[in-house]
């Protein structure tokens, strides 16, 4: 049985798959990816004989919809930060921000896309730290939790990307990306192309292979207590 999901903000892969065993408590269940519990995707399960196909389904390409702002900067790359969050000033209608005492200017539509163009069908980029990449048996995000960041690149694969909305210090974008590449990395380096401030403020998966969560109609929705808070998931059975 193959089992879609809509993973809700704050809610692990774990807490899913834990769940979920309510549903069926005689069945073997896996997924295929960690997921950030900060972050909402499309999530396929494998129930029972399923579970023997994991490495088909791994290697799919998947299309995310990602929101980056330019004007904040935080440890994590994102809102959820732990030791450091910083945000700049923005001036001139938007044109500019203040870093370091420095004036920068907000890039323009064309050198995002030139940039971005250059991702395209590969590129080395920079782990992220807080990710769930085990290194020494370990995650990457425990060691930067612990202090211990650590500098790994590795080849990524963008098959294309969507400018959907771009109003500084805002982009909006829909990527169509390989497994094993992360959205994080691709922001950082694109920070280091400017230099300006980045933060990680939306990430949604969508699409993995050619089944797409904007087409599916989820018949479930379950409930999650954790910690003396309630969430909800949807998820529908895609194939028997």
């Known amino acids: 049985m193959l089992i879609a999901v809509d993973k809700s903000l704050n809610l692990s892969s774990f807490d899913i798959v834990r769940r979920m065993k309510h549903e069926?408590?005689?069945?073997?269940?896996?997924h295929s990816w960690t997921l950030d519990p900060k972050a909402t995707w499309l999530m396929i399960l494998w129930v029972g004989k399923w579970t023997k196909q994991l490495a088909t389904l791994i290697w799919l390409d998947k299309i995310y919809e990602t929101i980056?702002?330019?004007s904040k900067m935080?440890?994590?790359?994102?809102m959820w930060f732990r030791d450091k969050y910083e945000e700049y000033q923005i001036l001139d209608n938007?044109?500019?921000?203040?870093?370091d005492w420095k004036e920068i200017i907000a890039p323009s539509l064309e050198e995002i896309k030139e940039n971005l163009?250059?991702?395209?069908?590969?590129?080395?980029?920079?782990l992220p730290s807080f990710s769930a990449k085990k290194k020494d048996w370990k995650r990457m995000y425990n060691l930067a939790r612990d202090g211990k960041?650590?500098?790994?690149?590795?080849?990524?694969?963008?098959?294309?990307?969507?400018i959907l909305e771009y109003d500084f210090p805002k982009l909006r974008l829909s990527l169509n990306v390989w497994s094993w590449t992360y959205i994080r990395s691709i922001w950082y380096w694109l920070w280091q192309q400017f230099w300006l401030g980045w933060i990680l403020t939306e990430l949604r998966r969508l699409?993995?292979?050619?089944?797409?969560l904007r087409d599916m109609q989820l018949d479930y929705?379950?409930?999650?207590?954790?910690?003396?808070q309630e969430w909800s998931f949807k998820w529908k059975i895609i194939e028997e």
């Open 221 to 228: 929705e379950t409930d999650y207590h954790m910690h003396g």
């Open 117 to 126: 163009d250059l991702l395209i069908p590969s590129s080395v980029l920079p």
């Open 68 to 70: 980056i702002d330019f």
């Open 207 to 212: 699409k993995v292979g050619e089944r797409d």
């Open 24 to 30: 069926f408590p005689k069945e073997k269940i896996w």
């Open 149 to 162: 960041v650590l500098n790994e690149e590795r080849e990524m694969k963008v098959c294309s990307y969507d």
């Open 94 to 99: 938007n044109k500019w921000i203040i870093k």
């Open 74 to 78: 935080s440890d994590t790359r994102d």
